[in-house]
């Protein structure tokens, strides 16, 4: 069974689109997170919820929005999509969020905005 | 803020220990970690090392951290091809609450067959 798992793998899409990523975890962790990793596989994190509630957000532009209808899913709506916002997602979970926790990252969704 | 900063590329020989290291600014990172990530996928935790300790081996991975330099390696001992990947460094400050892990940018091990 795959523990944290996202859709779309890949997502093309023209400027000015607005799209969504979906994400879902089956470890019943509380925690979730958004990172984006860039062509030069830097990683950063961009939102963080746990239990449904957002506990970290980094400096993003609020054309990304993040929603968790429940702990077990962290979606992530990006409107008026811009060639910047090409590179790849990923969603991870942890078990609570705080202290020495694994984070599970799910495939990665590869978007790219031309 | 935080910065993980960690060489680029590496390259090895099969059967050769690799060696990748990590600078890291935070002063009250009190938990470190390596991850791995493989081509077209997601991150996966190697090991962690509370900041408490100067050492940690786990079968083929040993990791050294120097807190008063604020250095971590990681040395992969008789690299085999499938370890080439990607090789995160990561901290948290470890302060109570919910944690920002800030990953470095990251190490490319090419192991030569």
């Known amino acids: 069974d795959t523990a944290v798992s996202q859709t779309p793998k890949y997502l093309v899409t023209q400027m000015g689109n607005d799209k969504s990523i979906k994400c879902e975890q089956n470890?019943?962790?509380?925690?979730m997170y958004w990172y984006k990793q860039d062509s030069k596989k830097f990683l950063k994190i961009m939102f963080s919820?746990?239990?449904?509630?957002?506990?970290i957000n980094e400096t993003v532009p609020n054309r990304f929005s993040p929603k968790s209808p429940d702990k077990a899913h962290l979606n992530l709506h990006i409107n008026s999509l811009e060639l910047g916002d090409s590179a790849v997602y990923f969603c991870?979970?942890?078990?609570?969020?705080?202290?020495?926790?694994?984070?599970?990252f799910g495939p990665g969704t590869r978007l790219l905005v031309l | 803020g935080e910065d993980v900063e960690q060489s680029l590329f590496l390259s090895v020989r099969e059967g050769d220990s690799s060696v990748i290291n990590c600078t890291y600014t935070?002063?009250?990172?009190?938990?470190l970690y390596w991850y791995k990530q493989e081509p077209g996928a997601g991150l996966q935790l190697l090991t962690y090392?509370?900041?408490?300790?100067d050492m940690k081996q786990d079968q083929r991975l040993t990791v050294l951290l120097n807190k008063k330099d604020k250095h971590l390696s990681l040395r992969i001992a008789d690299t085999q091809t499938g370890d080439s990947a990607i090789y995160f460094c990561?901290?948290?400050?470890?302060?109570?609450?919910?944690?920002?892990?800030?990953f470095g940018t990251g190490t490319k091990l090419q192991v030569i067959p």
């Open positions: 090392i509370f900041s408490n300790m």
């Open positions: 919820y746990n239990n449904k509630e957002l506990i």
């Open positions: 990561a901290e948290t400050p470890g302060s109570g609450g919910y944690q920002k892990v800030t």
């Open positions: 991870a979970s942890s078990r609570t969020g705080a202290g020495v926790e694994t984070q599970y």
């Open positions: 935070d002063s009250s990172s009190t938990y």
């Open positions: 470890l019943g962790h509380d925690t």
